[in-house]
Nanobody
């Protein structure tokens, strides 16, 4: 079980920057026996949730074409039972307005089964 709590959303003007944080907490054994991939998704009303950025347990990153060169995902092991995932968003555009969600895919190193966990979401609004 992984708990995810996002923070850092808000209202900004076009061209400004914002950083979202996701505190991922779990037991020490959860983090030690599982491989965890983290990702940020976003969703606007009436549309499907879309992948914004991801970082695999091996360090590889992936970005949606619409945010490449503007957004950056980073993952920091704060302590044995806490990991913080950031999404740095630069040169924000009105079309970046959405609710942003943090996701953790927890993959057992022994059984190779994967469980997905989601945060509650953080609203980002970019005015023109």
């Amino acid at each position: 079980q992984v708990q995810l709590v996002e923070s850092g959303g808000g209202l900004v003007q076009a061209g400004e920057s914002l950083t979202l944080s996701c505190a991922a907490s779990a037991s020490e054994i959860t983090f030690s026996i599982n491989a965890i991939d983290f990702a940020w998704y976003r969703q606007v009303p009436g549309k499907q949730r879309e992948l914004v950025a991801s970082k695999g347990s091996g360090g590889s990153t992936n970005y949606a074409d619409s945010v490449k060169g503007r957004f950056a995902i980073s993952v920091y092991n704060v302590k044995n039972d806490l990991i913080t995932v950031y999404l740095r968003m630069n040169s924000l555009k009105p079309e970046d307005t959405a609710t942003y969600y943090c996701k953790a895919d927890v993959r057992s190193k022994f059984t190779h089964t994967t469980n997905a966990f989601w945060g509650q979401g953080a609203q980002v609004t970019v005015s023109s």
